[in-house]
C-alpha cells in the first residue's frame, strides 16, 4: 500500500545553518512527489514537486529536493536556513490514472529555528 | 493562483450539535478533498469528490458526510459532532491528474465541547 513516512516529528536548527528534511515514500508506480509547507495559521502551500526525470528538484525560498529511486526517498534541503522558515514541512505522494487522483501526506516535521 | 475558500474560520459548538463546513474553489478544477489535521497524524482524508453530485469515501469517514452541490462548492457535515471531532478541517481542490498539485484553503478550526 501506497505511504509516506516522515521519521522526524521535529528539528530544530540554527538560522543559517543547513537543513535536511527526510521523507520516505512506498509505492510501486510512477511517484509524483511534493513538498509543502504550513506556517502558523495557514493552509498549505507548495514548495515544490517532482515529475520524473532531473533527481533534484529546485523550489521556491531556496528550497531543492532530491529524488532517489533505490532509496524510495525525497528529502528537502537548504543551504541557509532562515527564521521565515519556521513552520511545519509535509511530504507528499501523489497517484492516480485518468480520471483519478489521490494523495498521501506524511505526519509532518515541525521545523524550529534558533537564533 | 486558484482560490479555495473556507468558511467559517473559527467553530464552536456541543457534543450532538449540527456543524456544516463550507469550501468554494473558482479554478473549476475537478476535484476536491476535505482533510482533518490532528497532532501526530498529519492530515487525513474524510471525503472527496471529482465532479458535481459525486461523493467518494477517503480514509477516516466516519461521522462525516459531504456533498459536492457545484463544480465550485463542497461541503462537510457533522450531523452529530463529538468532541473526538475537534480538529482543524482543510479543503482542498486539483485538476485531477496525478502529477498535479492540492490547492489548500485556510482551514477552520472546529472545537467541540
Known amino acids: 500500500a501506497q505511504s509516506v513516512t516522515q521519521p522526524d516529528a521535529r528539528v530544530t536548527v540554527s538560522e543559517g545553518a543547513s537543513l535536511q528534511l527526510r521523507c520516505k515514500y512506498s509505492?510501486?508506480?510512477?511517484?509524483?512527489l511534493f513538498w509543502y509547507v504550513q506556517y502558523p495559521r495557514q493552509g498549505l502551500q507548495l514548495l515544490l514537486k517532482?515529475?520524473?526525470?532531473?533527481?533534484v528538484v529546485q523550489g521556491v525560498n531556496g528550497f531543492e529536493a532530491e529524488f532517489s529511486k533505490s532509496n524510495s526517498s525525497f528529502h528537502l534541503r537548504k543551504a541557509s536556513v532562515h527564521w521565515s522558515d519556521w513552520a511545519v514541512y509535509f511530504c507528499?505522494?501523489?497517484?492516480?490514472?485518468?480520471?483519478?487522483?489521490?494523495?498521501?501526506f506524511g505526519k509532518g516535521t515541525s521545523l524550529t529555528v534558533i537564533p | 493562483e486558484a482560490a479555495v475558500t473556507q468558511s467559517p474560520r473559527n467553530k464552536v459548538t456541543v457534543t450532538g450539535g449540527n456543524v456544516t463546513l463550507s469550501c468554494r474553489q473558482t479554478n473549476s478544477h475537478n476535484y476536491m478533498y476535505w482533510y482533518r489535521q490532528d497532532t501526530g497524524h498529519g492530515l487525513r482524508l474524510i471525503h472527496y469528490?471529482?465532479?458535481?453530485?459525486?461523493?467518494q469515501i477517503g480514509d477516516v469517514p466516519d461521522g462525516y458526510k459531504a456533498t459536492r452541490t457545484t463544480q465550485e462548492d463542497f461541503f462537510l457535515l457533522l450531523e452529530l459532532a463529538s468532541p473526538s471531532q475537534t480538529s482543524l478541517y482543510f479543503c482542498a481542490s486539483s485538476v485531477g491528474f496525478s502529477n498535479e498539485r492540492l490547492f489548500f484553503g485556510h482551514g477552520t478550526k472546529l472545537s467541540v465541547l
Open positions: 469528490s471529482y465532479g458535481a453530485g459525486n461523493l
Open positions: 509505492y510501486f508506480g510512477t511517484p509524483y
Open positions: 517532482y515529475y520524473p526525470g532531473d533527481p
Open positions: 507528499a505522494v501523489s497517484i492516480g490514472n485518468t480520471g483519478y487522483q489521490n494523495f498521501y
